[in-house]
């Protein structure tokens, strides 16, 4: 009998204790935001990750009671703010926006980051998502991406492609469509997007893939064309550009690319702040006033999800990517 009292003692004790600290998540969540937001973009203003994180800051603001103030920290292919958020305190008064390079392409790409993305962070929100466009000069002989195939293969040696760097997204996407086709390219490297268009719509060379948010402009404006995009089905703002898999092509069939956005919190952050976060983020994914805005910016928005939902898609993101870089030998 004793032994029965001392184990319901025990149970009463520790329902006690998660009550507590339920009790005590809640009243942390009703008390958030007590003073100014910092949202961290690891990235230069007018980056889509910079346009997204400006957009949100402004609606959370209004919705509650306190400024959401974004902070540029850009540098080292947005490992710098990355890791200020994963230092930060996990109070909710810090937080990061970014695209996925930092996230699960620049840790299989770098051995000396100084912050485990998978462990160090807490996924809050899936947010939106651009294509990743393959794009030519108006004067090169292919339109298409078979004509493009049929281009490489009569002219051997002689095609290169741009990249926004080594290890970047604009790189890692050729690498994948190379492997599906069979594609001869060698990599030219720049650092950064205005460069590399530069150099693409003079005819410098002759093709890239670049993310919607700064190709497309030069393709409606009749700079550029695009042969496809990335992304496994159309894109609603691009209805006229035919997705890989839609190509014809064999090896492109299950082939598809998103430069995601999305809002994180330091590890640690309290779970009632982040599902009260992540519940305000889903509110915006269906406002009418914020879907206009990010798609002036060629972002197609996500539907709403759940931190955990986010979070299987990040470690799936981050497995994927890795088995890409990794082969490369960029480090």
């Not at 004509?147 to 290890?167: M, V």
Request: net charge positive; glycine share 8%.
């Amino acid at each position: 009998m004793h032994a029965i009292a001392r184990r319901l003692r025990t149970c009463l004790v520790t329902l006690v204790a998660a009550s507590a600290a339920l009790a005590g998540s809640a009243a942390s969540a009703q008390a958030w935001p007590q003073r100014p937001v910092r949202v961290i973009v690891p990235f230069p203003a007018g980056n889509a990750g910079d346009v997204t994180a400006r957009a949100i800051s402004d609606r959370l603001a209004q919705r509650l009671g306190q400024p959401f103030v974004v902070d540029n920290r850009a540098g080292a292919q947005g490992a710098i703010g990355v890791d200020a958020v994963a230092k930060a305190a996990p109070d909710g008064h810090t937080l990061l926006v970014t695209s996925l390079s930092p996230l699960v392409i620049t840790p299989h790409v770098s051995r000396n980051l100084p912050y485990n993305p998978l462990t160090d962070l807490t996924p809050v929100a899936l947010i939106g998502w651009t294509g990743m466009i393959l794009v030519a000069p108006v004067n090169f002989p292919a339109g298409s991406v078979q004509e493009l195939l049929a281009y490489a293969k009569a002219n051997p040696g002689r095609l290169s492609y741009a990249s926004l760097g080594a290890g970047t997204i604009s790189m890692l996407t050729m690498e994948v469509f190379k492997q599906a086709t069979g594609l001869d390219a060698v990599h030219v490297p720049y650092k950064g997007s205005a460069q590399a268009m530069t150099d693409l719509i003079g005819g410098q060379v002759p093709i890239m893939f670049d993310g919607m948010t700064s190709s497309y402009a030069h393709v409606k404006s009749g700079k550029l064309k695009a042969l496809a995009i990335s992304a496994s089905k159309r894109s609603a703002l691009a209805p006229e550009i035919p997705a890989l898999a839609e190509t014809g092509v064999t090896g492109l069939r299950n082939i598809g690319v998103e430069g995601w956005t999305a809002l994180l919190a330091p590890a640690g952050t309290p779970k009632a702040i982040v599902d009260r976060l992540n519940a305000e983020v889903n509110l915006l994914l269906g406002d009418a006033e914020f879907r206009a805005r990010a798609n002036a910016q060629n972002l197609d928005i996500y539907a709403p999800s759940s931190p955990a939902q986010f979070a299987e898609f990040m470690a799936r993101e981050s497995a994927r990517w890795g088995a890409v870089a990794r082969p490369l030998k960029l480090e």
